[in-house]
């Protein structure tokens, strides 16, 4: 597609339930990024692949959260058990990552909101 | 540690007037990129403005320029002739091209526009 995708939009369900968001970045862009947006705070750093690796998931909050990228393209990120807490817009971001040095910028989705009940 | 710290929560101002949002920074980073994205109401985050941490010059588009102060660390946007469009979330953001390219936004500021 022309933009990067994500699915659902929305997504709403019971706390304890597992729950997966699906990416669906840029073609040909290699760095994949997710973020979490809670109301009125500023995306925060959840796990940046490139590639098909997890170059860093240091912002994964917790064991519960998991994501993959098996093939190098569409991402999934997965919330285990989830609590009302986890309540929040998940955005997922593309860049077309180069060594050589490149734009930097990143093209987002339109996000899926998540609400735990 | 990076951070990105936007001391505004928000900020209003008269269409056709112009108004300029502040954003500081800490990197010990020597090369990196430092941003502006604009979120409106719809979710979807859009580049505003981009600015590679080695150009002296300020980046320029259209209404929306920076002032860049690498020795401050300071990133401000300011945004001519504000139009009812530009009401929205606006986050600086910081990105490295070192090490895993980890992008860190501020928590942004609220622009809203009047007629």
């Known amino acids: 597609g022309a933009g990067v995708s994500q699915t659902p939009s929305n997504k709403v369900t019971e706390k304890g339930k597992y729950v997966e968001l699906r990416c669906d970045p840029i073609?040909?862009?290699?760095?994949l990024y997710w973020y979490r947006q809670s109301l009125g705070q500023g995306p925060e750093f959840l796990i940046y692949?490139?590639?098909?690796?997890?170059?860093?998931d240091s912002g994964l909050p917790n064991d519960r959260f998991f994501a993959v990228r098996p093939e190098g393209s569409v991402s999934t990120l997965k919330i285990q058990r989830t609590e009302r807490g986890d309540s929040a817009v998940y955005l997922c971001?593309?860049?077309?990552?180069?060594?050589?040095?490149?734009?930097?910028?990143?093209?987002f989705g339109e996000g899926s909101r998540l609400t735990v009940l | 540690a990076q951070t990105v710290t936007q001391s505004q929560p928000e900020m209003s101002v008269q269409e056709a007037e112009t108004v300029t949002l502040s954003c500081t920074y800490d990197t010990s980073e020597n090369n990196y990129y430092l941003f502006w994205y604009k979120q409106p109401p719809s979710r979807q985050m859009i580049l505003v403005i981009r600015q590679e941490a080695y150009k002296q010059q300020n980046a320029t588009e259209n209404r929306f320029s920076v002032n860049f102060q690498k020795a401050a660390k300071s990133f401000s946007l300011k945004i001519s002739d504000s139009q009812l469009g530009d009401t929205a979330m606006y986050f600086c953001?910081?990105?490295?091209?070192?090490?895993?390219?980890?992008?860190?936004f501020g928590t942004g500021t609220r622009l809203k526009v009047l007629a």
């Open positions: 971001a593309s860049s077309l990552i180069s060594l050589a040095g490149g734009t930097g910028e990143l093209f």
């Open positions: 073609s040909g862009h290699t760095a």
């Open positions: 692949f490139q590639g098909t690796g997890a170059a860093d």
């Open positions: 953001a910081l990105g490295t091209t070192s090490g895993t390219y980890k992008y860190i």
